[in-house]
Nanobody, 125 residues
Framework: QVQLVESGGGLVRAGGSLRLSCAAS????????MGWFRQTPGKERDFVAT????????YYADSVKGRFTVSRDNAENMVWLQMNGLKPEDTAVYYC??????????????????WGRGTQVTVSS
């Protein structure tokens, strides 16, 4: 069973950048589909980005397209979310997630088997 730990969150001004990291342990991620989600208090957890096993395919929520980039390195068991041009509405807890034995991408929260505990991102105006 893979364990996921996010890091890299923090407080940043609007227009700034952050790079979130997701470190996996307990197994290799090369046979896992990976994704990023985010959640604000009182709201549902929303899809942000997803990447396939090779890193060759990725999809983004419309709200972050062109600003966020998801990447992975299977040899290092790492997944990243580069966030540029941050806006106050990007403020949320960001979660890394994995789908076991799946090489593709997935936008649906219910398809993910493993989740990290999240990292807080706060964007000030």
């Amino acid at each position: 069973q893979v364990q996921l730990v996010e890091s890299g969150g923090g407080l940043v001004r609007a227009g700034g950048s952050l790079r979130l990291s997701c470190a996996a342990s307990g197994g290799t991620i090369d046979n896992y589909g990976m994704g990023w989600f985010r959640q604000t208090p009182g709201k549902e957890r929303d899809f942000v980005a997803t990447i396939n096993w090779s890193g060759g395919a990725h999809y983004y929520a419309d709200s972050v397209k062109g600003r966020f980039t998801v990447s992975r390195d299977n040899a290092e068991n790492m997944v990243w979310l580069q966030m540029n041009g941050l806006k106050p509405e990007d403020t949320a807890v960001y979660y890394c997630a994995a789908i076991k034995d799946y090489s593709g991408t997935a936008k649906q929260l219910s398809r993910y088997d493993y989740w990290g505990r999240g990292t807080q991102v706060t964007v000030s105006s």
